[in-house]
């Protein structure tokens, strides 16, 4: 799951990025609304956490550009504007979620998480696949009632390939959606990670299709 | 709420009772004219017939006077001419007469009712419903007089008549007033109902100013500006309230959302000492912020605090640049002075701050491998330093702005995210409350220059009065 924070105040942006890499996310980090539209416009994030002062376009520009462009990307505004009117002006502009600063970590955390799930086609917080289970909210993996130790990483792979049960997931998708901009490596690192994951969870679960990509189904 | 409503139900009252006030007043002149018109047109009709009667009986008088022979051996004999005859037996005049002699006998008289003791004078008098002359002709005393009932009966009519136009007439004027007054003050109710909009905290209320010349149109006007300036106001208030609250708030977010992160699960010294580090980058931006919003409101209620000492500006001004050397070096732009040896007499600690300020402003803002230039002078009775960079610029139409609470230009705000856009208003406040000013040109992309004027000493002042105390540093959401 990749996250794009769009955040002016450096140190900020910092904090929220690495609890969010620490939840297994993937994360970018945006300083301005110009930043944000360039990074969105190539990268299908799964959630954009907004911050609406920031210079050039401000957040809710940025919003209004992002919904105008069809992207239906969801959008946590976190600011520190907390009027009544500002919340209403965002949310119609297309956020699906409005908080302000300061905030507790854990509710910006969780907060995302529901994003997400709402967003995927099954939208709750514990999904299933042939023996495997997976707590979103937890964030943990059991099969067959014994839980499994994954790393964040192969975490978010599973994750992903369940959210999408029954379609083919591509290489790329999967390496767009676990890697952040700053990371380089070689694409068939997913490989490695899928076959770490195949033993971990079974070898059932996953099926490769050759040539396309990774599937798991039912 | 039934206060309010007690009050509005009092302005209410107030206009009502001003439309029949200006009612009263016009029905009343209105009434006096109708008056004086009414009376004055009776008292003419009235002279005009009496003249006409008066004409006539003066006339009869004569003719009755040489009616009357005196008789051989006393007494008189009165001969009437058969008109005159006729005349005195007419049923609407009833005339009467009466005739004396000289002596002051009664020669003869139409009806024995006329008694008189004595003979009386000439005159010309209304008796209740008979007008009467007296004449004296030919040594007789002739008395002709005739009812006038018919006069006073016309006198009576016109009356009537006048009166019946002057209550219609009132009648209509009243009318009319009442439409005129209230057409006058609907002005004032529109007034009213801004002016009761506003209060209720409706700042874009404003009163349609129809016709701009009239007396009523000018106090719409000027209290549609006074609204105006109002409205500014509270604006410039809300704003500047929703700017501190955000800058305030961005940095709590920080730390809270920091500890939160550190205290989620263990972690290693390195990465304690990281959320430390960010911490302490919060609270003292916070603490500039605090200490930025504090000298304004005491610059504003005239509360700020300014020694009056003689202090050396070229001293200030090299400390300041001394103490942002390293700041300078990590963003390599390089700083020059070149001072004189001014004094201006002002607190040290504020001039430092002020000096730091556009400093700080001129590094943070600089191009890599740019360059900060100090120039402290003096200008006739000006201590005057000059603050040159190398910079980013302004934008011409952010310059009218810049010395303004929160206001930032977008790339000043691209460039450095952590300030709070209070270093040059702080600026201005310290050198107006020196008495001086800060002045600022600029040309984007190339340079920006700042001048500060203080008030200039008469004498320099040794080197050491001018020290700053020790607790002054680099502000340290740049360092």
């Given at each position: 799951m990749r996250v794009l924070v769009a955040e002016d105040e450096p140190d900020l942006a910092r904090t929220l990025g690495k609890a969010l890499i620490e939840e297994g996310f993937a994360v970018d980090v945006a300083r301005t609304g110009h930043d944000v539209l360039t990074k969105a416009g190539s990268v299908p994030y799964d959630t954009i956490v907004l911050d609406i002062m920031m210079p050039g376009i401000d957040g809710l520009s940025v919003l209004s550009t992002l919904r105008k462009n069809g992207d239906p990307v969801p959008v946590l505004i976190l600011t520190a504007r907390d009027g009544l009117d500002d919340k209403i002006r965002g949310l119609n502009l297309g956020a699906d979620d409005y908080m302000t600063k300061p905030f507790a970590l854990a509710e910006v955390l969780a907060r995302v998480r529901a994003l997400i799930r709402r967003a995927s086609p099954e939208p709750m917080p514990e999904l299933s696949v042939g023996p495997i289970v997976i707590d979103t909210g937890a964030r943990t993996v059991r099969r067959e009632s014994a839980i499994v130790d994954l790393t964040a990483r192969e975490y978010a792979i599973l994750e992903l390939l369940v959210r999408r049960k029954g379609t083919v997931v591509t290489r790329s998708a999967i390496y767009e959606h676990v890697y952040d901009e700053h990371e380089d490596t070689l694409s068939n690192v997913i490989d490695v990670f899928v076959a770490s994951l195949r033993r971990k969870v079974g070898p059932d679960v996953i099926r490769t299709r050759r040539g396309h990509g990774y599937l798991v189904d039912d | 709420m039934s206060s309010e409503l007690a009050e509005d139900m009092g302005i209410w009252s107030m206009i009502d009772s001003l439309r029949?006030?200006?009612?009263?007043?016009?029905?009343?002149?209105?009434?006096?004219?109708?008056?004086?018109?009414?009376?004055?047109?009776?008292?003419?009709?009235?002279?005009?017939?009496?003249?006409?009667?008066?004409?006539?009986?003066?006339?009869?008088?004569?003719s009755v006077a040489s009616a009357v022979r005196p008789v051989v051996g006393g007494g008189f004999d009165v001969e009437l001419t058969s008109e005159a005859t006729a005349y005195f037996q007419s049923p609407t005049r009833r005339p009467y007469y009466a005739v004396w002699s000289a002596a002051g006998s009664l020669v003869d008289r139409s009806d024995p009712d006329i008694v008189h003791a004595r003979v009386p004078a000439e005159a010309a008098r209304t008796r209740g419903n008979s007008r009467e002359v007296v004449v004296r002709s030919r040594g007789l005393t002739v008395l002709i007089g005739r009812d006038i009932s018919d006069v006073w009966n016309e006198l009576w009519s016109l009356s009537i008549i006048m009166m019946s136009v002057a209550v219609a007439g009132v009648a209509a004027a009243l009318a009319g007033g009442w439409f005129l007054a209230g057409r006058a003050l609907a002005p004032v109710q529109r007034i009213n109902e801004a002016a009761r909009r506003m209060a209720e905290g409706d700042l874009t209320a404003r009163i349609e100013v129809e016709r701009t010349e009239t007396e009523l149109g000018q106090v719409a006007k000027a209290l549609n500006v006074a609204f105006d300036r109002q409205q500014q106001s509270m604006d410039r208030q809300r704003r500047f309230s929703a700017d501190a609250s955000h800058q305030l708030r961005t940095p709590v977010a920080t730390m809270i959302a920091e500890v939160d992160w550190a205290l989620r699960r263990e972690r290693d010294g390195a990465q304690?000492?990281?959320?430390l580090e960010t911490c302490r980058r919060a609270s003292a931006r916070m603490q500039s912020l605090v200490d930025g919003l504090l000298l304004l409101a005491r610059a504003d209620s005239g509360e700020l605090a300014i020694r009056r000492d003689t202090i050396r500006v070229d001293r200030i001004v090299g400390e300041a640049v001394d103490m942002l050397r390293p700041l300078a070096q990590a963003r390599d732009v390089s700083c020059s002075v070149a001072a004189s040896a001014v004094s201006a007499v002002g607190d040290a600690d504020r001039l430092h701050e002020l000096v730091t300020n556009l400093l700080v402003n001129g590094i943070a803002y600089n191009r890599t491998g740019g360059a900060v230039a100090v120039d402290v002078a003096r200008d006739g009775g000006w201590a005057v330093v000059r603050v040159r960079d190398t910079g980013i610029g302004i934008a011409p139409e952010e310059l009218p702005r810049i010395f303004d609470r929160f206001s930032r230009g977008e790339s000043a705000r691209e460039r450095e995210p952590a300030g709070a856009g209070l270093g040059l208003a702080v600026a201005h406040s310290i050198a107006a409350a020196h008495g001086g000013s800060v002045a600022c040109a600029s040309e984007l992309g190339a340079s920006t220059e700042f001048v500060v004027r203080l008030p200039a000493a008469a004498a320099p002042v040794p080197a050491d009065s001018s020290r700053v105390s020790a607790s002054l540093s680099v502000p340290q959401s740049l360092a």
């Open positions: - | 029949l006030r200006l009612l009263a007043w016009f029905a009343g002149l209105v009434m006096l004219v109708v008056a004086i018109v009414g009376a004055t047109v009776c008292w003419m009709t009235w002279r005009s017939r009496v003249a006409t009667i008066d004409a006539e009986l003066y006339a009869r008088a004569g304690y000492r990281e959320s």
